[in-house]
């Protein structure tokens, strides 16, 4: 038996419910595949929400620590602070009066 005639059995076999049964597990197979696909969306959807939300709440952690340093270097230098601020004041104010 030669390889033409080889094939032509086998096409010959073919049988239209077996390929409607294999395109059937096929189309079965993509089905799964794409509501796997669709839950891990989902499921790195809800993961992104929480990285924002922790990275919002780090943030404001963050700029309350600044500010509570701030204040806390403040109280601790007020004299030189004042001093600063009041010679601040007194150039700029002679530098708006110059214009």
């Known amino acids: 038996m030669d390889n033409g005639s080889v094939d032509e059995?086998?096409?010959?076999?073919?049988?239209?419910?077996v390929v409607t049964a294999a395109d059937?597990?096929?189309?079965?197979?993509?089905?799964?595949?794409?509501?796997?696909?669709?839950t891990e969306i989902a499921h790195l959807g809800a993961e992104l929400a929480a990285i924002v939300g922790g990275t919002s709440r780090l943030a404001v952690?963050?700029?309350?620590?600044?500010?509570?340093?701030?204040?806390?270097?403040?109280?601790r230098h007020l004299f030189p602070v004042l001093i600063a601020a009041g010679a601040i004041g007194y150039f700029w104010?002679?530098?708006?009066?110059?214009?």
């Open 24 to 38: 059937d597990d096929v189309a079965d197979v993509r089905q799964a595949q794409l509501q796997a696909l669709r």
């Open 61 to 75: 952690t963050e700029a309350v620590v600044v500010l509570e340093t701030t204040q806390n270097n403040i109280r």
């Open 9 to 17: 059995g086998l096409k010959a076999a073919k049988v239209e419910g």
């Open 93 to 99: 104010g002679a530098f708006l009066r110059r214009r």
